[in-house]
Structure formats: C-alpha cells, structure tokens
C-alpha cells in the first residue's frame, strides 16, 4: 500500500519536498525469527506468536547518492583516486548531510505514529534500508545545450557522437513512483530517434 499525503511541500514542515508511505507484510515468523535473532531483537528459542509489518517512509528525491537537483552538482573525475589501471576513478559533490535531517525526523515520527496507531507494540526505526541503494538516476542530464547536458534531445552525448546513454542517469531527478516504466519509454524513443537518423547518425 502507498500514501501521497506527504508527498508535496507542506513549507509548515521547515523543508520542500516531501516523502512517500510504502507499507508492506511482514516476511512470515520463520525468517523474522532468524532476522530478529541475528539482529539481537529476539533471544533465541523465543516464540513469535504475532505478526508483523513494515513501513517505508521514502524520501524519493533526496537520497544520498543524488541529493538535491541543484545546479552545481557534478561527478568529475578525480584528481587522486586511481584504479588499478591506473585510470582517475569519479567522485561526486558531497551533500551536506544537514539538509536529510529534517526529512528524517519527519518521516520516522510519521512512520512510528501510523503503525502504532495500526496496532503495532514494537516499532524499531532505521534511517536506511541495508543492501537496497534504490533507484539511483540522474548525472548524465539530457538537454540541449552542451554547457548544461551531457546527452542531446534523443540520448546522443554532446561530446563523443557515437556514444548514447539510454538509462536512468539521463534524468535530472526522480518522480514519486518507481522509474522502470519511464527508462523503457525513453529507450524505445532514443532507438527510434536512431533508427530515423541511421544516415547522419555520428555527424
């Protein structure tokens, strides 16, 4: 189940943007048995006689790997990184962490509120979901102008003709749900908009 309630900006809230409910079923007692167990919450040989639930409350444009759309963000290449060829690895702006905080404590309080009031009588909050990086989009923008984009109007990088980026990273930044629908469409857009150039295609 999903909620949009919080998803727009409340500028009451102290922040723009907003966040995504997600709520799911619980994994059965057998493996929240051996999660709990292994994660110190249940002592072993206990007995789990309820059920349980979760509840995401996802911050979809502001995660860590893409911050904020904001202008003077960038991955570059870096200056001393190397890998083991010898080639400069990439580095990205580092976010400053501050502007997650209010989000945070929105959310979780939200999160914590909803599944009490269901009937919940252990809430555990995390800030993150392990082994799960999302959707990671955006740092390959397309558009128009080469100062400003890396790929043109139809997937072509600006600056090496026959290279064409048909993925996420050609968004600016993510929408509300998730962006599989979307990436296909584009793909099928850039392969036809290929198709049609097939004579000039590197000019």
Known sequence: MWSKQFYETDLSRGFVRGYTLQFGRGTGPANEAI????????????TIIASTASCWATVWD???????????NRVTLDPVLKDSNGHP??????????EHA?????????????LTEAGATRVQASRTVLNS?????????????PERSVVNGW??????????????????TSGGVNPTSTIQALAL?????????????FD
């Open 102 to 114: 209010p989000h945070d404590g929105a959310r979780i309080a939200r999160a914590e509120e909803i």
């Open 155 to 172: 997937g072509r990088c600006h600056d090496v003709k026959n290279l064409f980026i048909v993925d996420g990273s050609i968004w600016v």
């Open 35 to 46: 999660t709990s167990a292994a994660a110190g919450r249940l002592p072993w040989g206990a």
């Open 62 to 72: 502001r995660r860590r790997l893409r911050g904020s759309p904001e202008e003077h």
């Open 189 to 201: 857009y850039i392969a036809d908009q290929m198709k049609q150039r097939l004579a000039t295609l």
């Open 89 to 98: 690895g990439a580095t990205d702006r580092l976010h400053d962490q501050r």
């Open 133 to 145: 990086p999302g959707h990671l989009l955006g740092t390959a923008r397309m558009g128009n102008d």
